[in-house]
Nanobody
Framework: QVQLVESGGGLVQPGGSLRLSCALSGSSDSIYAANWHRQAPGKQRELVARIEGGSTTNYADSVKGRFIISRDNAENTVWLQMNSLNPEDTGVYSC??????????WGRGTQVTVSS
């Protein structure tokens, strides 16, 4: 059974850091491109970061310089390192990806809460 599972969310104080992971299991496909999204309470889901191909990355303006998306091809895992977190970063973070064979997958998300 193919699964895409996020982990690493939690409660963190403003200024703190968290590292989210998104792991694709049960598939022999490799990851071609992956995205991290977040949905804050009462707001629409937004694209936070994307990694495509070898190492091309893009970030939302609100997280540039603070978040870093990376990948581990051997583990079929994508990471989101989040630094200098502030309360506006609170939300459900979910991962989506497309494999080299063109198959899309979505994870269920992990909650990130930034609060003192």
């Amino acid at each position: 059974q193919v699964q895409l599972v996020e982990s690493g969310g939690g409660l963190v104080q403003p200024g703190g850091s968290l590292r989210l992971s998104c792991a694709l299991s049960g598939s022999s496909d490799s990851i071609y491109a992956a995205n991290w999204h977040r949905q804050a309470p009462g707001k629409q889901r937004e694209l936070v970061a994307r990694i495509e191909g070898g190492s091309t990355t893009n970030y939302a303006d609100s997280v540039k310089g603070r978040f870093i998306i990376s990948r581990d091809n051997a583990e079929n895992t994508v990471w989101l390192q989040m630094n200098s977190l502030n309360p506006e970063d609170t939300g459900v973070y979910s991962c989506s990806l497309i494999t080299g064979a063109g198959r899309p997958y979505w994870g269920r998300g992990t909650q990130v809460t930034v609060s003192s």
